[in-house]
């Protein structure tokens, strides 16, 4: 690492002197473009927790950032995407798994990051480099982990996966912004409704259908039940 990645990710953010030291740095000629052996520049290092004034420096000085490899922890929270935006990145850049910081704040339950994106402007109608979109994650079923230390250290013992079977809050929510709800993964997939019928999940295909989606046997879209016969054979691999 140089000076400068030290400089931007060492200093306290109440302190002048980070803006100082970057600055006499930057008058030596140091290269703002310099990687670690890990591949972070100074202004991915700076991205994590520098104060925003130091990533403006840094960006007036000509630092350009790699996407997503420079950014990818920062899909995940609103202080995160808004050093993304500040960066010019776009609302609806995906990370190295192909998802928008939306798609994932759907998939995670963030009912207050995704409501905060779709303020933004983030798209409800953007697919992941997959075919997945927010409203069909919203309504699919959900695990996640309670104690998730106590699963590494005893994962034979763990019980704590909580299964949740759709979002109706965000549901909600996309559809209020413009999700389209007979958007598909493109390539004759599923809708959010067929895949929460062929899930078993009744509130948020309930929700669906009041919100105005059309059931499968009136549109002739996907059978859920063959839906489900495939997510079944999918699990069992």
Known sequence: ATAL??????????SPTPRKCIGWLLSRGIDIHARTEAGDSALSRALMNA??????????????LTVPHDCIELFYS????????????????VDDMGHTALYSACSFRDEALA????????????RTRWGGF??????????SFEDSDNFFEE???????????????????LVQHGAALEFTDGDGGPTALESALA????AAAETLLRLGARHPSERGGVDPAEHASSLAELERL
Do not use: F, T
């Open 78 to 93: 609103r202080d995160g995407v808004e050093r993304l935006l500040l960066c010019g990145v776009s609302i609806e850049q």
């Open 155 to 173: 994962p034979d013992k763990y019980d704590g996966v909580v299964i949740d079977h759709g979002s109706i809050r965000l549901i909600e929510l």
């Open 199 to 202: 899930q078993g999940n009744s």
């Open 5 to 14: 990645h030290e400089a931007v990710s060492c200093m306290p953010s109440s």
């Open 134 to 143: 927010p409203l069909e994650v919203a309504a699919s079923k959900h695990r």
């Open 51 to 64: 104060p925003l004034e130091v990533i403006r420096q840094l960006l007036n000085a000509g630092a350009q």
């Open 115 to 126: 409501a905060w994106l779709l303020e933004q402007g983030a798209s409800p109608n953007v």
